[in-house]
């Protein structure tokens, strides 16, 4: 076996000199034959003779040399390969038309894979990352997976149920002491979070269980910082270990570095700083991950979980009662490990996964569009090239050797394009994830090369050559050794392989139709939603964001302090109006609250969706344009002490009354009728720009508005927050002097507060993320698909006329006009194109149902944008039909008949 | 040319070329001179047939080759019986002469 590689191997690598050698052995076999003949007694003559015929047999022995060598197929294949490298570099222009052409489809599909990659295939960079699961209650209610701290330390005691266990969250810090906010990305985690990921740091320490304690271990507080960070802000400087660094107004201690392929624990963001959950202050609950002990199963992981979890639940609902959860709620769900080799999946990453795949396959229809071209260019030049072909047949290949050159040419061709294709795609791809990116949600994603990348690049170049090279190659095989004398290598007038071409064309004309129906949809999808009348001016509303806690507010002084606030910021130039509002409308800030009315039992759709609640000041309503259609909004004396009011939207009304006007009924809110006092109703709101959790797809929710002025410590559920904001509506665009004034104006009330401002359109935006990806890309699949298209009516029209120049020059020598000769041209273009559009129309309508959950605004089965995708597709089907067509007409038959 | 001739069964010409040079190292036209010899003319190897077995016998590790002077100083090709084609012309004479006792039998009680 051993032997018998050695021996192909050196057969291989030293050809020329195992040629010699058998050239050699043969010549001399020949002529001991002929002297041994002749010592025989045959005639010399006769000896030469023989001779001679032994010598016309010599070549064939050779090959079965070569081919008892075993290495015939390896190196015809070289031969191939070098051959049609040859063929391709000297027609250039044929070349570089199908390579780009494959580079552009190639290059659209590999750039979506690349972000499929990042965001769900491709394993963390920790420490055997198969071994890490996502710890959750399977709960349908709560799309985010958290766990309360004290489960996690219940789990993590538990040192049979995982090798070890850690939790984190995501967070912006503000790294700020006062003024304007400087956030950067972090994350909050547990002390063994590292050790349990197994990622090192490459400069100082991680975290140990010691640093998670209530306001820092032995250290103080202390903070490890990512390479990107590192990098950033302390230049990779070796001393950057030791230096304090601030964080929402504590100080932090830096102990370490991490690597710098490690992003974090979630694919699509990256982080700045960690910082232990005891430092931050908050409840520590978070995303849990577990590292399984070896020979541990996610299955036989989740088993022992849900075998302990009434222990574990005994044990941390106490205090899950005293900080406000519900007994009958509380780690009800049965617990499961699932695997996280990938990375904790979050809102974000599950977010992408629809559009990614759609996108995916979106891409997918262009490389076939692309192949189309690529096809009938292959062909043509296929027949371009009878001629040839049928001389090697002629000179002994066999029809399999020709098949297969033709396939080692397209095999050539699309390995090329998909280098550039690749190429593309990683310029194109950190463009996408700029378009994903937010100011809260700075998208980060892994777009490095890897096995996967170049497993489905080298795949989808293989298809796309077997798909546009087998025909050819199966014509190429066709070709009889007589052809070339027999057409005496003038090309024959004739219509032969028309069918191919016809049918790529109707294909060509299909698949457009189906990508540009998309790009419609998707298009309209985020035109609606982007252009939807909220009820303000977006770019000229700005959020001014700040957290009282900053400056140790009390929540009896805060009421005060908000109208100081908002009056201070109203009188700043530029600013037509301000008003302090708790939650900010269309983000993800949210404030739920089950909501009843006297006499009345709430309507089943209020449990599934809750009514929105929001406490504004009396401006609010005129400046995010949500007019009072009844009664009254709040005023002066809806002030502490006065009686309760509340304002609600029509779409509550509706909800739960039933009827237009509300005004006079009371209402409580929270879990129990006697959650809160009674807010009577006094006016009704227009529905506009309500506040909603996923954003605007949801839709106006029941919105309820109290009057911040009314809030009071006093009352249940009814504190002053710390997390105010005041909105603040523009008289021009936003600028730097205006945004310099306002937090000035906070300054000059309060210097402590740290001021975040944002518009509500980067509000609105970030709620847009995946329309407007799909948008894009959808529109950019489709105009390529056109022009695909388009190039491909016209490159076989050309042809066909180019071929029927003798048959034209005839017409109109025979007096047919120059319409005559564009009608007959367009006769065909028309004719397939009226097949293709039906085709795609067709098949559009049965798959874009497949998309109707990312569409908004307008069914799957638009009407407009299935008329508007033809209209457009028959504009460049005729104009592509049209330019040759032209040509055709103004074909001077005198030349031509000359010619013939 | 009224050469006598045989067909040759498939595989035993490989057969003939391990026992002929079980002997002693031979070149190809010694070979294909002494199976005919030995089978008095009755086995003529033309050399179409033979170089791609000895390439292929090669192949397998049977056969090694190298270029030598014959006895009247000319160049050639010698081949020779490596252990593995030794072992495999026991094996094959063997299997030989069992199938042909077996065809010899089949045909006499016929």
């Given at each position: 076996m051993f032997s018998d590689l050695i021996y192909r191997l050196r057969a291989l690598f030293r050809r020329n000199r195992m040629e010699s050698d058998l050239d050699e052995e043969i010549r001399l076999h020949v002529e001991r034959e002929t002297e041994a003949d002749i010592e025989r007694g045959v005639p010399p003559e006769e000896a030469r003779r023989r001779a001679r015929l032994a010598l016309g047999g010599q070549e064939q022995t050779k090959e079965a040399c070569r081919d008892a060598r075993g290495v015939a197929l390896v190196e015809s294949l070289l031969q191939d390969v070098r051959y049609a490298a040859r063929v391709l570099r000297k027609s250039r222009g044929y070349s570089a038309a199908a390579i780009l052409t494959l580079a552009l489809g190639i290059g659209a599909t590999t750039a979506i894979f690349t972000l499929v990659n990042g965001f769900l295939l491709r394993p963390l960079p920790v420490h055997e990352p198969d071994r890490l699961v996502a710890v959750r209650e399977v709960d349908p209610q709560r799309p985010i997976p958290f766990l309360a701290a004290t489960v996690r330390e219940q789990i993590g005691e538990?040192?049979?149920?995982?090798?070890s266990v850690c939790s984190w969250m995501p967070a912006l810090l503000n790294l700020a002491e006062r003024g304007e906010a400087d956030l950067v990305e972090g994350i909050g985690v547990s002390g063994r979070f590292f050790e349990t990921l197994g990622v090192p740091a490459i400069l100082g320490r991680t975290f140990t269980a010691a640093d998670d304690r209530q306001g820092g271990g032995p250290a103080g507080p202390v903070a490890v910082i990512s390479h990107r960070y590192w990098q950033r802000r302390f230049g990779g400087a070796a001393d950057a270990v030791g230096r304090s660094l601030t964080v929402n107004r504590v100080s932090y201690t830096i102990v370490g570095v991490t690597p710098p392929r490690f992003f974090g624990p979630m694919a699509g963001r990256s982080f700045d700083v960690a910082l232990p959950f005891g430092t931050t202050?908050?409840?520590?609950s978070g995303y849990v991950l577990g590292r399984l002990a070896p020979g541990q199963t996610p299955e036989s992981a989740t088993a022992a979980l849900r075998a302990v979890q009434p222990q574990i639940r005994e044990a941390t609902l106490p205090a899950a009662v005293a900080a406000g959860f519900q007994a009958s709620r509380w780690l009800t769900q049965p617990l499961s490990a699932t695997s996280a080799a990938t990375g904790t999946a979050t809102p974000l990453s599950d977010r992408f996964q629809r559009p990614l795949l759609a996108m995916l396959l979106l891409a997918g229809l262009v490389v076939l569009v692309a192949c189309g071209n690529v096809a009938n260019l292959v062909l043509a030049r296929a027949t371009a090239r009878r001629h040839e072909l049928s001389v090697r047949r002629a000179l002994g290949a066999s029809r399999a050797r020709l098949a297969r050159q033709v396939l080692v040419e397209s095999l050539l061709l699309s390995g090329v394009g998909a280098g550039l294709g690749l190429a593309f795609a990683q310029v194109f791809c950190p463009f996408l994830v700029r378009q994903i990116s937010t100011t809260t949600n700075p998208a980060s994603l892994d777009l490095s090369l890897d096995w996967r990348l170049l497993a489905f690049t080298a795949g989808i170049s293989v298809c796309t050559a077997l798909l546009f090279g087998v025909v050819p190659a199966l014509r190429a095989a066709r070709v009889q050794p007589h052809d070339a004398l027999k057409e005496g290598g003038r090309t024959r007038v004739g219509d032969q392989r028309w069918g191919v071409n016809q049918a790529l064309i109707v294909g060509q004309v299909g698949l457009s139709v189906v990508l540009v129906v998309a790009a419609g949809l998707f298009v309209r999808t985020f035109a609606t939603m982007a252009t939807m009348?909220?009820?303000?001016?977006r770019t000229r509303t700005v959020i001014v964001g700040l957290n009282l806690r900053d400056a140790r507010v009390q929540p009896p002084a805060r009421v005060a302090l908000y109208e100081r606030l908002r009056q201070a910021v109203a009188s700043v130039p530029g600013v037509a109006d301000a008003v302090a509002l708790r939650t900010v409308p269309v983000s993800p800030d949210h404030w739920v609250e089950a909501v009843r009315v006297a006499g009345r039992e709430p309507p089943a759709e209020a449990a599934t969706r809750g009514p929105f609640l929001n406490a504004v000041s009396p401006g609010y309503f005129a400046t995010f344009g949500a007019p009072i259609l009844a009664g009254r909004g709040f005023g002066d004396r809806d002030v502490q002490g006065a009686p309760l009011v509340a304002v609600v939207n029509e779409t509550f009304a509706r909800l739960f009354f039933g009827g237009p006007n509300p005004v006079g009924e009371t209402l409580t809110f929270g879990p129990r009728a006697t959650s809160s006092p009674p807010f009577q109703i006094v006016g009704l709101a227009r529905d506009a720009g309500s506040a909603t959790y996923f954003g605007l797809r949801e839709g106006v929710p029941p919105t309820v508005y109290l009057c911040i002025?009314?809030?009071?410590?006093?009352i249940v559920n009814f504190t002053p927050p710390a997390d105010v904001r005041i909105g603040v509506r523009l008289a021009g665009s936003i600028s730097a002097a205006a945004t310099r004034g306002i937090a000035a104006a906070v300054g000059s009330v309060e210097p402590d507060l740290r001021v975040r401002m944002r518009t509500m359109a980067d509000y609105i935006d970030g709620t847009l993320i995946t329309e407007r990806l799909a948008a894009i890309l959808a529109g950019l699949f489709g105009s390529l698909a056109l022009v695909l298209a388009g190039v491909g009516i016209f490159g076989v029209t050309a042809y066909a006329v180019s071929r029927r120049r003798a048959e034209f020059g005839v017409r109109i020598a025979l007096g047919a006009s120059t319409g005559d000769v564009v009608r007959t041209v367009l006769q065909r273009v028309v004719i397939l194109m009226g097949l293709g559009l039906a085709i795609g129309g067709a098949v559009s309508f049965w798959t874009s149902r497949l998309v109707a959950a990312l569409l908004f605004g307008l069914e799957p089965r638009d009407p407009a944008t299935f008329v508007g995708a033809a209209v457009v597709l028959a504009a460049v089907a005729l104009l592509a039909g049209w330019l040759p067509a032209r040509r055709a007409a103004r074909i001077d038959p005198a030349i031509v008949l000359r010619n013939e | 040319m009224g050469e006598p001739h045989l067909d040759l069964p498939q595989g035993t010409l490989d057969l003939l070329i391990l026992r002929t040079l079980e002997l002693e190292p031979q070149h190809g036209w010694a070979m294909s001179n002494r199976i005919r010899q030995v089978s008095s003319d009755a086995l003529n190897i033309q050399q179409g047939t033979l170089y791609p077995a000895l390439h292929r016998l090669e192949r397998r590790g049977w056969i090694r080759s190298r270029w030598a002077t014959t006895d009247n100083n000319r160049r050639a090709k010698f081949y020779e019986l490596t252990r593995a084609g030794q072992k495999q012309l026991e094996q094959e004479t063997t299997n030989w002469q069992a199938l042909a006792a077996a065809v010899a039998q089949v045909l006499e009680s016929a």
């Open positions: 538990r040192t049979q149920l995982f090798q202050g908050g409840l520590g009348d909220l009820g303000f001016d002025s009314q809030m009071s410590p006093d | -």
